[in-house]
């Protein structure tokens, strides 16, 4: 797998960064999704395919993204296909920084160091280039404007980004309300993005159980969930207050 074309994950948390504070939106939701989007991008590299509401392996060769071959193996171990659902709300501890160190590697963006209340060190990430994060934003907006069906890979971060509820930050206000709800629709574009951002939403809302049924006929994929989800249940442990990173955030 080439380095020419970044990778979902990367893209949804450039999605993300705000580019006057230097934070992120929804951290909590942004770590489910970024787990979701590992597999969406393994996917899309067909070396995972859905069953039902599962994941399996298909293919275990490596793509050469590390840190998309650690899920892949991770996936490989457990032998037998695994629910999107206990993937995604899986411990995922640190997987937000491990992107956030990969973009600085890759030069997409900078950390600025600080202190919260002049005492908590912190780092903020600047984008360097803020024509990729234009690029994206484009897509995205192409996608919603035109109602041309995306390619695989925006309809895929469309959904994701709805899931993680990105929508209000992206398109905030009364204004942004009917983008908002199109951003949602894009979920029924992509199907393993769809899995994918609906076991999202299930782990926020501490829906995990049991398994997903399939809409029924003539509805619309996306809209039993909320338009803009809430906090819900998230799982790992949230942080109040400010969205810096504290630390190593």
Do not use: F
């Not at 892949?72 to 993937?87: M, N, T």
Request: hydrophobic fraction near 40%; aromatic fraction near 2%; proline fraction near 8%.
């Amino acid at each position: 797998m080439g380095r020419s074309r970044r990778t979902i994950p990367e893209e949804l948390l450039l999605l993300a960064l705000d580019p006057t504070t230097g934070t992120t939106a929804q951290p909590q939701s942004l770590d489910l999704g970024l787990a979701g989007a590992q597999l969406v991008e393994l996917a899309l590299a067909g070396r995972i395919a859905p069953d039902g509401d599962r994941i399996a392996v298909v293919l275990p060769r490596p793509t050469g993204d590390p840190t998309l071959d650690s899920a892949l193996e991770l996936l490989r171990r457990r032998g037998s296909p695994v629910r999107a659902v206990h993937w995604i709300g899986g411990p995922r501890l640190g997987l937000r920084q491990t992107y956030l160190t990969h973009l600085e590697r890759c030069g997409m963006v900078h950390a600025v160091a600080g202190q919260m209340c002049g005492v908590l060190p912190t780092t903020r990430y600047q984008a360097t280039d803020t024509a990729i994060s234009r690029e994206i934003r484009s897509r995205l907006d192409s996608a919603i404007r035109t109602g041309v069906p995306p390619d695989p890979r925006t309809a895929a971060l469309a959904a994701l980004a709805h899931a993680v509820g990105l929508g209000k930050h992206l398109y905030p206000g009364n204004e942004g309300r009917s983008s908002r709800s199109r951003l949602r629709d894009l979920i029924r574009h992509d199907p393993m993005g769809g899995l994918v951002a609906h076991a999202v939403m299930d782990v926020q809302n501490g829906v995990a159980a049991q398994p997903r049924r399939a809409p029924a006929p003539g509805r619309q994929a996306g809209t039993g969930a909320a338009a803009e989800p809430a906090a819900g249940v998230p799982a790992q442990p949230s942080r109040r207050g400010s969205m810096a990173r504290v630390g190593a955030r």
